[in-house]
């Protein structure tokens, strides 16, 4: 079993759908949480962090971690056709810089 | 643009042969990762390096190698390459403080055929 598993999609919706991408992960000393966007033939950039459990808001995006749950979400309103991607989701523990990602979602938004 | 290079973008070669990614990082930042991207496997870590030293090793193959060097660049060295080595390759950097709350920066990534 991966350390995190993400559906590796695709998910296509219309624009202006509200979007909801997940993670599930194994490792309780995971305490960063992160979503990297990923255009195709691009390299990945960081879209929101968080630390332990909570939500974050930035813009149409939020992202929250549930750790009693080892669960992590990212949504995305009003979705635009510039949002697809493939979005990752990416954790690392206290004390070492390594990332552990899921495998990513691809995400497609049509007009 | 994220300020870490990568050269080359594309490259083609046969198996049995080496190769040599190149990276260089943003501007300050002392920490260099390479990543392998597949698609039945996403993006795997594959080694980091702070400062000149290996910092941490994740599934990084006996065949393949890295270094960085007093200009910070890194160099990753895959041999007596396989089919299945065929990936996208990327390099990223941080400040690299070690403790997991930086940002990672990414490179375009070296696009690895082997044939």
């Known amino acids: 079993q991966k350390e995190v598993e993400q559906d590796p999609g695709p998910l296509s919706v219309p624009e202006g759908a509200i979007v909801s991408l997940n993670c599930t992960y194994s490792n309780s000393a995971f305490q960063y949480f992160m979503w990297y966007r990923q255009y195709s033939r691009k390299g990945p950039e960081l879209l929101m962090y968080t630390y332990s459990s909570g939500n974050k808001e930035d813009g149409r995006f939020t992202a929250q971690v549930d750790k009693s749950s080892k669960y992590i979400s990212l949504f995305i309103r009003d979705s635009q056709p510039s949002d697809s991607a493939t979005y990752l989701c990416a954790m690392s523990e206290y004390g070492t810089d390594k990332l552990i990602f899921g495998t990513g979602t691809r995400l497609q938004v049509f007009p | 643009d994220s300020g870490v290079t990568q050269t080359p973008k594309h490259l083609i070669t046969a198996t049995g042969q080496r190769v040599t990614l190149r990276c260089s990082p943003r501007s300050g930042d002392l920490s260099v990762y390479w990543y392998q991207q597949s698609l039945d496997q996403g993006l795997q870590f594959l080694i980091q390096y702070y400062n000149g030293e290996e910092r941490a090793k994740g599934n990084i193959l006996e065949r393949f190698s890295a270094q960085q060097f007093p200009d910070l660049h890194s160099e990753l060295n895959l041999s007596s390459l396989e089919l299945g080595d065929s990936a996208l390759y990327f390099c990223?950097?941080?400040?690299?403080?070690?403790?997991?709350?930086?940002?990672?920066?990414f490179g375009p990534g070296t696009r690895l055929l082997v044939l």
């Open positions: 990223a950097s941080s400040a690299g403080t070690g403790f997991g709350q930086e940002t990672q920066y």
